[in-house]
């Protein structure tokens, strides 16, 4: 079961935001197990994914959001994390694409700045 996480700032800040998405992801996404750690409860989570400030998304154990992202981007990732699906937004050929060439490299012994 995918488990997204919802980090509360400590300050309090963007809670009715977070309590909104929150709900709204739940509604869209059968199945999944959400959850809203709210204030000072939440240091350790924020300490083990090396953040200070809130509002965060956790899905399955990984960070993937600082702030709060647009509910489509967010349900997006979370049902492609899911499917197991790789990530448009990291390094690397993308799915489909052709792996990029190398340049040919210049033969032994030929200096091209000269001549």
Do not use: C, W
């Not at 309590?19 to 204030?39: A, C, F, L, M, T």
């Not at 956790?58 to 990732?77: A, T």
Request: charged fraction near 25%; proline fraction near 10%; hydrophobic fraction near 35%.
């Amino acid at each position: 079961m995918t488990e997204v996480i919802f980090l509360t700032s400590v300050q309090a800040e963007q809670d009715r935001r977070v309590q909104s998405i929150s709900e709204k992801v739940r509604q869209r996404i059968p199945g999944i197990d959400v959850k809203v750690i709210s204030g000072a409860s939440n240091r350790d989570l924020m300490a083990k994914h090396k953040i200070q400030f809130g509002p965060a998304v956790i899905v399955d154990g990984r960070l993937e959001y600082v702030g709060i992202p647009r509910l489509s981007m967010l349900v997006d990732r979370i049902l492609q994390m899911r499917e197991g699906r790789p990530s448009p937004r990291t390094a690397g050929d993308k799915p489909g694409a052709a792996p990029t060439a190398k340049p040919p490299a210049a033969p032994a012994g030929s200096n091209p700045d000269s001549g």
